[in-house]
């Protein structure tokens, strides 16, 4: 069973910054492709962003793109989002989602953390 622990979630105003994170304890972390998503009430889970095993290579979300930014310490088993320039519509559930596929692939993500809420206030 693959665990995910969500972190750094809150309220902030508009245009202030949080930074989440996702450890996996026991996972072995650098094989895996891992992401983030977030569900706002009423609406489905959306993808935001994803970050290869390396590292290298990252996707993100058109309405995040220059603003968030999505970075991984192996040794810490740990994934980070940095988020900036916050908006009310980034109000959210933020989830933390992992697997073994490339960060490429189009298939859903197998394993799942609890998440974060995220609130932007205006």
């Known amino acids: 069973q693959v665990q995910l622990v969500e972190s750094g979630g809150g309220l902030v105003q508009a245009g202030g910054s949080l930074r989440l994170s996702c450890t996996a304890p026991?996972?072995?972390?650098?094989?895996?492709?891992m992401a983030w998503f977030r569900q706002a009430p009423g609406k489905e889970r959306d993808f935001v962003a994803a970050?290869?095993?390396?590292?290298?290579?990252?996707l993100y979300a058109d309405s995040v793109k220059g603003r968030f930014n999505i970075s991984r310490d192996n040794a810490k088993n740990t994934v980070y989002q940095q988020m900036n320039s916050l908006k009310p519509e980034d109000t959210a559930a933020y989830y933390c989602?992992?697997?073994?596929?490339?960060?490429?692939?189009?298939?859903?993500?197998?394993?799942w953390g609890q998440g974060t809420q995220v609130t932007v206030s205006s």
């Open positions: 026991g996972l072995t972390f650098s094989n895996d492709r």
């Open positions: 970050i290869s095993r390396s590292g290298v290579s990252t």
């Open positions: 989602a992992t697997d073994g596929r490339s960060v490429y692939s189009q298939d859903p993500y197998d394993y």
